[in-house]
């Protein structure tokens, strides 16, 4: 989102547009945002979200109102019960302003650092179910560094934000990869899989390594890995099958999806191991 709303940013900075922000300063109860949430707008466009519905639906009116009239920032309270036409229960508290030009340098700066601090996930293979997989998980709060030797499988369209590594160098990206990375592993070549995932679980200070493929595939790999003399929990650690196993749908944009919804769950937002009391990264 960082990216959408950086290059949506520059595009209006660009064109000369007033921008407004609308940023969730403080919050009480249940709401369908974190304080520090923020989104842009512009008389005609919009980008981010602070909770959609009537919440944010005040919040646009009031940005609009100030872009069209001028006048000084405010605060604005909504409380989300009774005659809000939402039933969340919370209240918060909307800081609304028109940034001038070193306003607007900080708000770029600040979604060029989340950009730079989200976690890394190495995306390798390009092929039919690492096309869906890039285009489901660019929008996702991760940098996404996508990786194969083959430039025409990419695809005529990349999604915003990705980096795309097409000379097939897994060694260099997986080196330089920072502790708490995550990677997927598809590629068109089994020997490769096993090369990639191996040098992986070698580190063993990723947060998250997927591989596509059977339950006989993983059984495979696990005595190859073994042979190698890897440590059993690091083995254990490899998420293969990918997607979990409820439903069995092979078609790639249904990969994707359960990919996606397992890397929000087990990589983004990875549960602590018992007694990490400050949050350090889960090692492989």
Sequence with gaps: ??????????????????????????????TPREAGTFMLVTAT???????????????????RRLLATGGEAQDLRIDLGGRSGQCCGGEV?????????GGLDGIMAQLERQRREAPLLLLFGAGHVGRALAHVMAPLPLRLAWCDSRPHEFGP??????????????????????????????TQSHALDSLIVASILERGDFRYVGLIGSHT?????EAAF?????????????????GGQDVRDKRPPVI???????????????????????GDERRL
């Design 1 to 30: 989102m960082s990216m959408e709303m950086r290059a949506d940013l520059a595009r209006w900075r660009l064109m000369g547009q007033p921008v407004a922000r609308i940023c969730v300063s403080s919050v009480r109860g249940s």
């Design 45 to 63: 466009e919009q980008s981010g979200t602070v909770g959609g519905g009537e919440l944010e639906w005040n919040g646009i009116h009031h940005a």
């Design 93 to 101: 508290m909307l800081f609304i302003d028109v940034p001038d030009d």
């Design 157 to 186: 369209v990349i999604p915003a934000g990705v980096e795309v590594h097409d000379d097939g160098d897994w060694q260099r990206l997986v080196a330089g990869a920072p502790a708490g990375s995550g990677a997927l592993v598809l």
């Design 217 to 221: 595939k993983r059984r495979r790999f």
């Design 226 to 242: 073994r042979a190698l003399g890897l440590p059993e929990d690091r083995i254990n650690a490899m998420v293969c099958p990918i």
């Design 256 to 278: 994707a999806a359960l990919v996606a919804a397992e890397i929000v769950t087990r990589f983004l937002h990875a549960p602590r191991e018992e007694g990490d009391a400050d």
